[in-house]
């Protein structure tokens, strides 16, 4: 096993909601030791429905300087968190497309016995959040993943209030607020902690 433990954010986001959530995310496992990587997937959406949105235009120019995507950066991680606003009650098509395309990763067996975990952002608080992080889990179970979701394991979890993952109700016009973003680190923290715990314990010589 190598050290430190190893975290991939790869996240899908037009206006900057789940951005902010997946820059508090990489934050969290920095303050856990982890190494970290972070990716957005590549957008997909045609030059003229991004050009006439301002919010997602200046969007797109902001991260220019962030990474794309790239199948190596799910198997070099021990922990993957993923994030992706709610569209209809489900994952930005733009997210998963990238789902889509990790067949051969998969066919070889190297998305299994990972720590994963995910977020998302939506327009009402009854918009979808927890069937988009659902929908992001099932993905998880095919991989023969470990599906660690915050719960009610912290007290900013009850202040959040969403045991799914971390989430944003983006409807009042403001970003991810310091509650969101805190869940955000809080959720990162824990997919180490528990990644690196078991890494331990399949080091750990056998006790018979
Ligand atoms: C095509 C489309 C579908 C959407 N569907 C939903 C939805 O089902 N429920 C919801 O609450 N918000 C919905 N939204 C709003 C986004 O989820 C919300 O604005 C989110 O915060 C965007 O995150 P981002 O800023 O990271 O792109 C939708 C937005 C778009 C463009």
Redesign the pocket.
Known sequence: MHEPTRTAVIY????????RLAEAAIEGARKAGSETRLRKVRELAPDHAISAND??NA?VEATTDVSTAQLDDLTWADVVIFGA??????V?SQFQQFLDLTGPVWAEGKLANKVYTAF?????P????ESTLLSLYTTFYHWGGIVVPPGFTDPVQFRSGNPYGAS????GGSFPGDTELEAARYQAHRAVDIATALAAGFAAPAAH
């Not at 899908?12 to 951005?19: E, L, M, Q």
């Open positions: 899908y986001s037009a206006t900057g909601n789940v951005h919010s997602w969007h606003p709610t569209r209809y009650g489900n930005a998302t952002s939506s327009q009402t009854h918009g979808g959040q944003h109700v983006s409807g």
